[in-house]
């Protein structure tokens, strides 16, 4: 069995000890964030038009847009912890136009769609930069798009296979190495148009600022017990331990985490992903790697890493693992996970070998609401009163505008393009009960990794979900 890149070229142990000395259990980005506006939390009955459950992305967006749609609309958005404090403020920052994970993705599940999708998700870009600006979200923002990167010899081959494109450049090895100097990379392709980076923390908190301007009523430390429906009205709500919130619409937007709706409960499972960030680097140290054109980076192999510069010059490095817990195991304690970290730090030196003595500073991880098509999907309760979306696999930074919309269509009971899209009539398959999801997942898993170790081959268990279309390819 080949070897990758990664068991090669090991660090010494002492270089990964000294990077992870004082590293903190905490999300940078969320540290980071200074003077965080506090919301109450609800604490009387009230009725509203739309009630929003979800204080990430998916939420904040739809709590948004509809107030942009409909000023008069009387909004609520309930968050049963803070503003961005779950994936939200976690991730990476990659702000992605495709709404399928990618073309391939969604050319197989939907052929005769897909350039319209992907025409939808360059929109949703746009729109998404276009709001940044006009309401002047502080978050980092930065469209420079991103580099998928290769890293052993049938990967160059890919790229050098990639079609020619307007806003896409080919890179060999001395040209790669020019963008961003690591002695692992083969050969990229620098998509420069269908990705922005942000400050995911700062952006969920100034989309929360934007919801409070606009009139939408944020609560906050206010976690809903369940839905409320009215057999005697068109009403509907949510019931939290200190009041009922009624509402005519619900939207539900609480991605990783179990339903309220019954049905949709195996239709996510929650992946743990870990991620380090590095101390800023000096000026000699960042004219050690170049990247000037501070464009993201992801390897293209099945377990991957992904990579960015934060404002400040620092290396957020994360990826690679991505780990279930029997039962849908989701709880603060399996954000620390050290063997993820250490393997982390040890492929960080492997990339970045003339970095040798940096320091990491934080260390954390959070949870990918994975759904067995690799992006959303979304679904509709109580006569479409109540409205829901999940499943984002790890692009929903960009997808969970593309996904408020739709939402937003929904519960109006209209028929709109976005509503008629295959992409938003049709469901995934759901996740089977334990003791099997965990099998699956993890059969998986090891599959993935080893076709990392035989050149990109699928072994027999892959092909079997390809042809069942449950095949995913990163």
Not at 54 to 80: F, I, N
Not at 452 to 459: A, K
Request: aromatic share 10%.
């Amino acid at each position: 069995m080949l070897q990758t890149v990664f068991e090669k070229n090991q660090p010494n142990a002492k270089v990964v000890d000294h990077a992870l000395r004082r590293t903190r259990l905490a999300p940078f980005w969320i540290e980071d964030v200074a003077d965080t506006p506090t919301y109450p939390a609800a604490s009387a009955d009230a009725a509203y038009d739309l009630v929003v459950v979800g204080g990430g992305y998916t939420g904040l967006w739809s709590a948004l847009l509809a107030k942009q749609r409909h000023p008069d609309l009387s909004v609520a958005l309930v968050e049963g912890e803070t503003i961005g404090w779950a994936a939200s403020g976690r991730n990476g920052g990659f702000v992605e136009a495709s709404l399928t994970h990618g073309s391939e993705n969604g050319r197989r599940r939907w052929p005769g769609e897909i350039d319209t999708l992907e025409a939808l998700g360059l929109e949703n870009l746009d729109a998404i930069e276009k709001t940044v600006h006009t309401l002047g979200l502080d978050c980092d923002f930065e469209r420079n798009g991103a580099i998928s990167v290769a890293i052993a010899d049938y990967q160059a081959k890919d790229v050098f296979d990639t079609p020619p494109s307007a806003t896409t450049t080919v890179l060999d090895g001395p040209a790669m190495r020019a963008q961003v100097n690591s002695p692992t990379y083969l050969a990229g392709v620098w998509d420069k148009q269908s990705t922005a980076l942000v400050h995911p923390a700062k952006l969920a908190t100034e989309l929360g600022r934007a919801c409070a301007e606009h009139g939408v009523e944020m609560f906050e430390h206010t976690k809903v017990l369940d839905l409320v429906r009215s057999r005697s009205s068109s009403r509907v709500g949510v019931r939290t331990a200190s009041a009922t919130l009624s509402a005519g619409r619900v939207i539900l937007a609480t991605n990783a985490f179990p339903s309220l709706l019954k049905r949709y409960r195996l239709h996510t499972v929650p992946v743990y992903d870990y991620v380090l960030m590095t101390e800023p680097l000096s000026d000699a140290q960042l004219a050690e790697v170049g990247w000037s054109a501070r464009q993201g980076v992801a390897d293209m192999s099945n377990q991957f890493h992904y990579y960015r510069l934060t404002r400040d010059n620092r290396i957020l490095w994360g990826g690679y693992d991505a780990i279930y817990h029997f039962g849908r195991g989701m709880h603060h304690d399996l954000e620390d996970r050290p063997e993820s970290h250490a393997r982390l730090a040890s492929h960080f030196f492997t990339t970045f070998p003339q970095l040798e003595g940096l320091e990491f500073t934080h260390k954390w991880g959070g949870v990918i609401d994975t759904s067995t098509r690799f992006c959303s999907f979304f679904g509709s309760a109580a006569k479409g009163r109540i409205a829901y979306a999940a499943g984002f696999t790890g692009l929903g930074v960009g997808a969970s505008r593309f996904a408020a919309n739709v939402m937003l269509d929904k519960v109006s009971g209209e028929t709109t393009a976005l509503t008629e899209l295959d992409l938003v009539k049709s469901m995934p398959l759901p996740f089977p009960p334990e003791p099997l999801a965990a099998a699956g997942i993890n059969a998986t898993r090891w599959s993935l990794d080893r076709a990392d170790h035989t050149e990109g081959r699928r072994n027999l268990f892959l092909k079997a979900l390809d042809a069942v279309g449950l095949g995913f390819d990163s």
